[in-house]
């Protein structure tokens, strides 16, 4: 490509050229780094009209780099999670896209948000997939988590893959983020026996207690082991 060629390019328009793919990675850091947020909010951040915005959003959806919660805000999509889990990108995209129906009939099994975490790098953990509930009373700050580096100090997660499970098979704790809500996790084996994920439900602990919880733990076993049957 000649100089007035790449001049004409770097003066296309927001929606095309070298400019619309800045824009583009722009709206998706603002995504990966505000969790849910809406099409107006990313627009205005972003100094884009709402319509353009909208065009490359559409984009970045069809190629499942973000996608819609249940209240049409944008967060991360399956195929920027899956990138973010770095050690074996073939178990990351398998473990994606098996887990996706699991964790749907999870959450329509328990009626909580159930989620699929994988190790990162040092002492973190990688959610990779999420299943919003349904339900009108739930956690907000449990949403949008899908694609995000946390680190698993003192969490649920981390008690399983360190293997401190109770016998019961699952462990039951206090969200990080909230005493008022509560985790049930679980691990999902390989078949050599290797912990390659966590899956788990949250929801409000005045839902989660008592049979509510010896409910979820069998619920999240057997979806646990579904998943860890494909591996």
Same mark, same amino acid.
């Given at each position: 490509?000649?100089?007035?060629?790449?001049?004409?390019?770097?003066?296309?328009?927001?929606?095309?050229?070298?400019?619309?793919?800045?824009?583009?990675?722009?709206?998706?850091?603002?995504?990966?780094?505000?969790?849910?947020?809406?099409?107006?909010?990313?627009?205005?951040?972003?100094?884009?009209?709402?319509?353009?915005?909208?065009?490359?959003?559409?984009?970045?959806?069809?190629?499942?780099?973000?996608? &819609?919660?249940?209240?049409?805000?944008?967060?991360?999509?399956?195929?920027?999670?899956?990138?973010?889990?770095?050690?074996?990108?073939?178990?990351?995209?398998?473990?994606?896209?098996?887990?996706?129906?699991?964790?749907?009939?999870?959450?329509?099994?328990?009626?909580?948000?159930?989620?699929?975490?994988?190790?990162?790098?040092?002492?973190?953990?990688?959610?990779?997939?999420?299943?919003?509930?349904?339900?009108?009373?739930?956690?907000?700050?449990?949403?949008?988590?899908?694609?995000?580096?946390?680190?698993?100090?003192?969490?649920?997660?981390?008690?399983?893959?360190?293997?401190?499970?109770?016998?019961?098979?699952?462990?039951?704790?206090?969200?990080?983020?909230?005493?008022?809500?509560?985790?049930?996790?679980?691990?999902?084996?390989?078949?050599?026996?290797?912990?390659?994920?966590?899956?788990?439900?949250?929801?409000?602990?005045?839902?989660? &207690?008592?049979?509510?919880?010896?409910?979820?733990?069998?619920?999240?076993?057997?979806?646990?082991?579904?998943?860890?049957? &494909?591996?």
């Amino acid at each position: 490509m000649n100089e007035s060629n790449e001049s004409h390019d770097e003066a296309q328009g927001p929606s095309q050229g070298p400019r619309a793919v800045h824009r583009a990675l722009e709206l998706l850091t603002r995504v990966v780094e505000s969790g849910p947020i809406s099409l107006s909010a990313l627009a205005r951040e972003a100094d884009l009209p709402a319509s353009t915005a909208m065009r490359m959003l559409r984009v970045l959806e069809h190629w499942d780099y973000v996608a &819609k919660d249940p209240h049409g805000h944008f967060v991360v999509g399956a195929r920027f999670a899956q990138s973010r889990f770095t050690p074996e990108p073939a178990s990351a995209e398998a473990l994606n896209d098996l887990s996706a129906p699991i964790l749907h009939e999870l959450t329509q099994s328990t009626g909580e948000s159930s989620y699929l975490a994988v190790r990162g790098d040092a002492n973190t953990c990688v959610y990779l997939r999420e299943e919003q509930t349904t339900h009108p009373i739930r956690h907000v700050g449990f949403s949008g988590w899908q694609g995000r580096t946390v680190p698993m100090a003192s969490s649920a997660v981390a008690e399983v893959f360190e293997r401190r499970i109770p016998e019961s098979g699952y462990v039951v704790m206090d969200a990080v983020v909230t005493s008022e809500a509560t985790v049930v996790a679980a691990p999902v084996y390989s078949s050599t026996g290797e912990i390659i994920a966590v899956l788990s439900v949250v929801g409000p602990s005045y839902r989660l &207690k008592g049979d509510g919880i010896t409910a979820a733990g069998a619920a999240v076993i057997a979806a646990a082991t579904a998943l860890g049957a &494909k591996f």
